[in-house]
C-alpha cells in the first residue's frame, strides 16, 4: 500500500472540509467556495464556476492553446481528426451560441442523441457553458424509452444526427427521433440535425435545422458562471422499475471530484492522452471522454468503433500506440471480445502498446481469467475499478496515481478516499470478513455523487432509507483478509449485459404486455462474451400459438420497446413458472439452472414440477 494513498485515505476521513477544499483548488473558480460540504445545501455551495471554463478555455489562456483536447479515432468511417484546445474553444463557443439561439437558457435541458462524433461532446460542453442542463440518450436505446426520457427531462431542444455507425452497420436514427418526439406528451419545437454523409435524413420543415448551417450562422458565447450546486447534467439508469432513474450531477463536485480522479486514480498529467473507450451515453463517457480528460488539462480520445471488426482485433493497440495513449480504461466484455478473436495475443506482439501504463476495467465484475489473459498479454497492470452512474467516478479502485500497486483478480481494490464503506447484513450489521453483505456507503456521500433524481424525489430517498444514514448501492461483495473489496452482483433486478446497464424488470414489464402472455420472468445468465444475457421464461395463455413464433415475437418487442442493447435472444415458453407458496417466482433457482448448475428442489416450492420441466429443458440443451 502506498504512503499517499494512506494518507489520502486518512485526511479525506478524518479532516474531510481541509481534504476537498484543498482538492477544489484544481478547479477555476468565480467565487471560491468557503465550505466543502454543507448539510442540506451540498458539495461547494456558494461557489460560483463553469464546468466548460475549466475543461477548455482556461487551458487557451493558460497558453495551452495549440496543445492537443480531443482526438476523433473513427475506423468506421475511416477519419482520424484532431482539436487543440483553442479550436476545440471555438468550436464549443459557436456551438454553444447556436444552442443559445433556440432559446435555451441556464437551466433550461438539452436532450442529445448522438454517436460517437465529436459534436457529441461539443455539444455537451456547449451545454455546461451556457448553464444548461444536457442529458444524453444512448444510441442502442428505441424509440420509446428516448420518448420517457423526452417526457421526463421535459428539454427545450434535441440534438441529434442522422444516423450511427455500429461496426459495418449504419443505423438511421432520425426515424426513431420522429417516433420518439410523436409518441412523446412533451412537445420541442426544435430539433438540430447533424446530417452525416452515410445516412442524409429528411428534415420536418419549421422544427429541425441543419447543424452545419445552423452553426455557420451563430456567434460565440462566453461561459455563463454557475452556482456549484446547480445541474450539470441528467443522465437516465436502468432502475428496478420500468421508468428510468434521471440522475443529476452538479458542477462544483463533479468537476473537482473528477479533476481529483484523473491525477490520483489515474495518475494522469496534463498534456498526456487519456481514452475511455465507452459511449457518451453512459456515465463512463460522461465523466472519462467528455470532461475528465479536458478538466485535467489532458487530451481524450473518442472512438467511434467496436473493439473487434473495426478492422480487426488489433484496433485497440494500434490507436493506443498512433496515439500514445498513456491510460486506457474500457469494460472486460471488450477485451474478453478482443481475446476471442486474438486468443494468443498475435496483434498486441505485432503492433505493442506504446507507452501504455495501466489498463483499467469497469462496468461489470471482471473476471480473473480476463484479467489474467490481459496481464499476461500487455505486461501492464490491469486494474478492475468499480463504481456506478449514481456515484459518477470510481468509488473502488487501486489508486494507481496515488503509487497504489495492490491488485488481485477478482476484487476491485479498495475504497477511493472520500467514500466511506461498509458491507452488512439486511439488519445493517457489518458481516464478517469474507461473508457476502450489501455494500452500502456512509454519507454524506463524496464531491461528484449525485444529488438527486431529476423528477422523483421519492426514489432517490429509497436509495437511503433501506440503511438509515447510508447510501444502498445496490450491489452485493466481500472484503477478503488483506482489505480488497470483492463487488459479486446485485441485490436487485439491474443486470450488466456488455457492460450496459439494463433492468430485467423493464424487460418483464415488455414481454407481459404480449397479448398471449400470461406470465413471465426475466433473468440475467451468465455469458462468456457479454458477461451477462437476458432469459425469459414465458407461459403463455391457453388457446392457439406457435412456440418458434411467439419467441420471435417477444424478442422483437423487446428490442422496439427497449432497444437492440438489450440483447434478449432466449425466450423459453414453459408450462407454469416455478413460485414460492406465497407466489414469488423463484428466479434464483432459475438462473441457478440456466447457469447448468444442479439444485436442491427449493424447501419453499409450490410447485416442484414446473422446476423440475426447466430442469429438464436444461438438460435437453447441454
Ligand atoms: N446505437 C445503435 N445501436 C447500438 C448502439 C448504438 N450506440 N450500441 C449497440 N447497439 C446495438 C448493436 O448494433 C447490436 O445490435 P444487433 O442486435 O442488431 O446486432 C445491439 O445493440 C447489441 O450491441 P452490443 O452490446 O454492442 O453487442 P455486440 O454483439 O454488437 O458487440 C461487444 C459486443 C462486446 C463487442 C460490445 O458490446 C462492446 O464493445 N462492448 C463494450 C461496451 C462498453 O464499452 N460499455 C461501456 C461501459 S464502460
Ligand atoms: P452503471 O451505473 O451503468 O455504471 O452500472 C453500475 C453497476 O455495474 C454496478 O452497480 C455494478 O453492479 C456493476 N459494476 C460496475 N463496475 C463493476 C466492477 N468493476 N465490478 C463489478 N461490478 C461492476
Redesign the pocket.
Known amino acids: 500500500m502506498s504512503q499517499a494513498y494512506l494518507d489520502a485515505q486518512m485526511r479525506s476521513q478524518d479532516d474531510r472540509e481541509a481534504y476537498w477544499l484543498d482538492a477544489a483548488q484544481a478547479i477555476e473558480w468565480q467565487v471560491p467556495p468557503v465550505r466543502a460540504w454543507s448539510e442540506g445545501e451540498g458539495w461547494f455551495a456558494g461557489g460560483l464556476m463553469n464546468t466548460c471554463h475549466n475543461a477548455v478555455d482556461r487551458h487557451v489562456a493558460a497558453g495551452r492553446g495549440d496543445d492537443l483536447a480531443l482526438i476523433y479515432e473513427s475506423p468506421v468511417t475511416d477519419t482520424h481528426l484532431t482539436f487543440s484546445f483553442a479550436e476545440l474553444q471555438d468550436a464549443v463557443a459557436r456551438t454553444a451560441g447556436m444552442i443559445a439561439d433556440q432559446g435555451v437558457g441556464k437551466g433550461d435541458r438539452v436532450i442529445l442523441y448522438m454517436?460517437?462524433v465529436p459534436q457529441a461532446v461539443i455539444a455537451m460542453l456547449a451545454c455546461a457553458r451556457i448553464g444548461a442542463i444536457h442529458s444524453v440518450v444512448?444510441?442502442?436505446?428505441a424509440a420509446p424509452e428516448l420518448a420517457k426520457r423526452i417526457d421526463d427531462a421535459t428539454p427545450t431542444l434535441l440534438m441529434t444526427a442522422s444516423c450511427?455507425i455500429?461496426?459495418s452497420?449504419v443505423?438511421p436514427?432520425k426515424p426513431l427521433v420522429d417516433k420518439a418526439l410523436q409518441m412523446a406528451i412533451h412537445r420541442i419545437e426544435r430539433v438540430i440535425l447533424l446530417q452525416r454523409p452515410q445516412a442524409i435524413a429528411p428534415m420536418q420543415e419549421g422544427r429541425d435545422l441543419d447543424w452545419a448551417d445552423t452553426l455557420a450562422e451563430a456567434q460565440p458565447v462566453d461561459c455563463v458562471p454557475v452556482e456549484a450546486t446547480h445541474p450539470l447534467y441528467i443522465l437516465y439508469t436502468s432502475g428496478t422499475t420500468g421508468t428510468p432513474k434521471g440522475v443529476v450531477r452538479q458542477n462544483g463536485g463533479h468537476a473537482v471530484a473528477i479533476a481529483w480522479s484523473m491525477a490520483h486514480i489515474y495518475g494522469i498529467r496534463p498534456g498526456e492522452v487519456f481514452w475511455?473507450?465507452?459511449?457518451v451515453?453512459?456515465?463512463?463517457?460522461h465523466s472519462y471522454i467528455a470532461y475528465g480528460p479536458l478538466l485535467a488539462g489532458a487530451t481524450t480520445l473518442l472512438f467511434e468503433g467496436?473493439?473487434?471488426?473495426t478492422p480487426d482485433a488489433g484496433t485497440f493497440w494500434r490507436t493506443i500506440v498512433r496515439n500514445n495513449v498513456r491510460i486506457f480504461?474500457?469494460?472486460p466484455?471488450?477485451i474478453?471480445?478482443v481475446r476471442k478473436e486474438d486468443p494468443e495475443g498475435d496483434y498486441i506482439r505485432q503492433i505493442g502498446t506504446g507507452n501504455l501504463r495501466a489498463l483499467f476495467?469497469?462496468?461489470?465484475r471482471a473476471d480473473p481469467d480476463t484479467i489474467h489473459w490481459a496481464e499476461a498479454q500487455l505486461n501492464l497492470p490491469v486494474i478492475d475499478h468499480w463504481w456506478q452512474t449514481e456515484l459518477g467516478w470510481p468509488a473502488l479502485a487501486t489508486c494507481f496515481g496515488l503509487g497504489d500497486t495492490r491488485r488481485k483478480a477478482g476484487s476491485a481494490g479498495f475504497p477511493v478516499p472520500g467514500y466511506g464503506f461498509r458491507v452488512v447484513d439486511d439488519g445493517g450489521v457489518d458481516v464478517a470478513p469474507g461473508e457476502t453483505g450489501n455494500v452500502v456507503m456512509t454519507l454524506p456521500l463524496p464531491p461528484g455523487c449525485y444529488a438527486g433524481l431529476w423528477n422523483n424525489e421519492a426514489g432517490f430517498a429509497k436509495a437511503f432509507a433501506g440503511f438509515p444514514g447510508h447510501y444502498e448501492t445496490g450491489d452485493a461483495g466481500h472484503v477478503d483478509a488483506d482489505g480488497f473489496v470483492n463487488i459479486m452482483g446485485r441485490t436487485d433486478d439491474i443486470i450488466?449485459?456488455?457492460?450496459?446497464?439494463l433492468s430485467t424488470g423493464q424487460m418483464e414489464q415488455i414481454v407481459a404486455c404480449h397479448p398471449l402472455v400470461s406470465e413471465c420472468a426475466v433473468i440475467g445468465v451468465d455469458d462468456a462474451?457479454?458477461g451477462m444475457v437476458p432469459m425469459a421464461f414465458v407461459v403463455a395463455r391457453t388457446g392457439e400459438w406457435d412456440a418458434a413464433a411467439l419467441g420471435a415475437e417477444i424478442i422483437k418487442a423487446v428490442?422496439d420497446e427497449l432497444?437492440?442493447?438489450?440483447?434478449l435472444?432466449d425466450v423459453h415458453i414453459v408450462g407454469a413458472l416455478p413460485k414460492t407458496r406465497s407466489g414469488k417466482i423463484l428466479r434464483a433457482a432459475l438462473r441457478q439452472v440456466a447457469a447448468g448448475e444442479t439444485i436442491a428442489m427449493p424447501a419453499t416450492i409450490e410447485s416442484p414440477a414446473a422446476l423440475e420441466a426447466i430442469m429438464e429443458i436444461f438438460a435437453k440443451v447441454e
Open positions: 454517436p460517437m444512448f444510441g442502442g436505446f450511427g455500429e461496426g452497420k443505423i436514427y475511455a473507450a465507452s459511449d451515453g453512459w456515465v463512463v463517457g467496436k473493439p473487434v471488426g480504461f474500457t469494460a466484455t471488450a474478453r471480445a476495467l469497469a462496468g461489470e450488466n449485459v456488455a457492460g450496459h446497464r462474451l457479454k428490442r432497444g437492440p442493447v438489450a440483447a435472444k
